[in-house]
Structure formats: C-alpha cells, structure tokens
C-alpha cells in the first residue's frame, strides 16, 4: 500500500509541474503572441487538470483544508465537488478540441467545412455552455458526501479517511447515473466519430502524398501533427474513462470501496492529465523549437 501511494504521489507532482510548465507556455502565447484556438482551449484544459491533480490525489487540498483548520464536512463537499466539475470540464473541451480538429482538417468538399469560418463563434459560445453546464450539474454532489460521522454506520460508504458518500433516494440515483451516464456515452461516441473521421483524412491524405511523389508533401504539416497529438489524447482519454467507469460503477454497486481499489482508481484518473502535458510538450514544435533555442544559449554560456 505505501508503494502504491508513493507511485501516486510521483504520478501528481509529474503532472502538476509538466501542466505548470505548459500553463506557461500558453500564457506566454496568448499574451504575446497570436495564439491559435487550438491554444485557448489547451491552456483552460492545463489549468484544469492541474486542479484535477491537486484534488484527485486528495493529498496538497486536504493539507490547505487542516492549515486553516476548516471542518471535515466542508472539506469533503468542496474537494468532491471540485474534482468533479474539473473532470466533467476535461471531458467536455476534449471532446470540444476533437471536434474542432475534425472541422479545420476536414476537405472543402465535405459537410463540415460549412463551419470553418463560424468555429471561431460557436467555440465561444460552446466554452461558456461546458463551464456552466458543469458548474450546475456537478452541484448535486454537494448533498451526496460529507465527513465520516460513525465507523459503525452501515448506510455510508467510506470513501477517503475521513469522507464518504451518503445513500440516497433510487429514484434519484437513476436519475442522475442515467444523466452523468449519457453525457458521457454521447461525448465519447463523439471524440471516437470525429476522430475515426480524422483517421479516414489522413489516411487519403498520406495516399495522395505517396501518389504524388513529392517530397514537399510527404513532410509533416502542423495540421497533421496537431491531429495525431489530438488522436492520441483520445484514445489515451477513453481507454482511461472506461476503466474508471468500471471500477466506480462496481463500486457502487457493491456499496463498497477497498483502500487498494481506490489508490488505483486515483492512478488511472490522474493518468490522463498526466499523460496529456507530456504528449503536448513532444509534438509542439514551438515547445520543441523553444527549449532547443535555451538548450543551446545554457550550452554556450557554461
């Protein structure tokens, strides 16, 4: 167990810093540079999953809780209901980056080129609708957990040491795993659409560049780049999600939560920020150019 905690721990403080340094660098874009929309959209998943980070691991938010000596019930509410609009957001806008990515790849001939020229509109309107979308919806939390009250008391399920989920009305419970349930089928099936459409372009488009001979064509272009980034990021994000699902869902089911399970459920939910500031870092060639560029000033200077 402690061997597992301390891989945990890594695995966040990897990830805090790889975000960090990537919050940086996307700050510094947007404020100096012309950012591409691309860059909004990876700077506000960076922010998120450093927040994900910092309460998946229930490990710096719970030290801020004790230092300024707030109540258990409090810090519980807060740190479910914060990692749970943090992971709603990250589905959300990389659902959104997926789509967008569909869209500015996709030929003039097909359906989707139509929004080439409003996306810059409708992202807009789609980041507002996402944040308060799962700003409202993750407030149910709020009433579900709380502080662990009794050891004895069969109807909670312990969650963390000192928090747990309360039972509540089936009715209800339907209610809200059949909601949070279909957002997330419809957003996964969207990422795996868009990207299989993703695939079948590239695809065409490496067949004409083997058609055509040329060695101009045959280099990387920044649009196919940004598009294998973005595929990998799905794949890495859906084979996590659906391992999460399993393991919450059996939780659930069986009212019951044991420590090991929990420690690897946090290393699988960790696992997808962690992963995505790593990916971002080695196929941006601005980042690439950037660190080659201060690689070789430190070279020169010592």
Known sequence: MPSLNNLLFFQ????????????????????CHRPRLTDLISCQMTSIHIVLLLTGGNMWLADIFESLNIENDFKCKATFYISRVMRGLSICLTCLLSVFQAVTISPRTSFLANFKLK?????????????????SFSSIVIFNVGAFTNASETSQMKVTKSCSLFPMNYTIKVLILTATTSRDVFL??????TSAYMVIILFRHQRQCQHLHSLNHLRMSPEKRATQTILMLVVVFV?????????????VLLWKYHPVILTVQKFVMNAYPTITPLVQISSDNRIINMLTKLWSKCHLVF
């Open 12 to 31: 966040a403080v990897l990830g805090v810093l790889a975000n960090m340094f990537l919050l940086l660098f996307y700050t510094f874009i947007i404020l």
């Open 119 to 135: 996306i810059k509109k409708y992202m807009i309107y789609a980041v507002f609708y996402i944040w308060s979308a799962n700003l």
């Open 188 to 193: 996964v099936g969207a990422m795996l659409t």
């Open 239 to 251: 084979v996590m999600y659906w391992v999460d699902f399993i393991i919450s869902s059996t939780a």
